[in-house]
């Protein structure tokens, strides 16, 4: 694991930084796809889990969720808005054909979510933020006292810093909006669900206008 702040490690991904995964404290933040499974619980191993957040029911961010779950015997929680989703692994594709398409493929192992998160909810030191539009309940972490915003899909630091792709996102607009909040914020550290980590306040303003 690499420290990136304190009480916030990011699990090392293969290949690193494509999908994120962190753990805050003794809260593990995102799991990945379901071949994830074992490079996450060789690094959890030997620490205390006490629980498992998940910014919003894709894939690639709840694929390992259910066996992190069994295997420390931790809640999931999740935007109340995307519970469903991943109780049933059935994420709410974007608009068109192809999203529909990728909709149909095999999902991950649903599981249950002990705690739907909402507005001004604390995880871990956090405020948990709601900002929807890449999926319908997808939810930010942000931490004041230090400016350190987990932002999971609202942003991609994947070549250059972007806006998720159109084609995997429920609602453009939506999320549009919720680029500009987190971007208000002017955080000093941004960890994003793919990309690298970014320490320039004034990038996100700079991206969302």
Not at 107 to 112: G, R, T
Request: with cysteine; charged share 25%; proline share 10%.
């Amino acid at each position: 694991m690499r420290l990136l702040a304190p009480g916030v490690h990011q699990l090392l991904g293969r290949p690193p930084h494509m999908m994120n995964a962190y753990l805050v404290e003794d809260v593990l933040v995102d799991a990945g796809t379901p071949a994830a499974a074992k490079r996450i619980t060789r690094q959890l191993d030997g620490r205390s889990l006490a629980a498992h957040v998940v910014t919003h029911a894709h894939p690639d961010h709840f694929g390992s969720s259910h066996a992190v779950c069994e295997r420390y015997d931790v809640p999931l929680w999740t935007g109340r808005r995307d519970a469903e989703a991943i109780e049933t692994a059935s994420p709410v594709p974007a608009p068109g054909l192809l999203p529909s398409l990728l909709a149909k493929m095999k999902m991950p192992d649903p599981h249950p979510v002990a705690r739907g998160l909402r507005e001004g909810d604390e995880v871990a030191g956090f405020t948990v933020l709601d900002a929807p539009g890449h999926s319908p309940g997808h939810i930010a972490l942000w931490r004041d006292h230090d400016g350190v915003l987990l932002c999971g899909d609202v942003f991609f630091n994947v070549l250059r810093l972007s806006g998720p792709p159109r084609f995997l996102t429920h609602d453009a607009e939506r999320n549009r909006e919720s680029m500009r909040r987190l971007a208000e914020l002017r955080p000093k550290l941004v960890l994003f669900g793919h990309g690298r980590p970014l320490r320039d306040p004034d990038r996100l303003k700079r991206l969302v206008g």
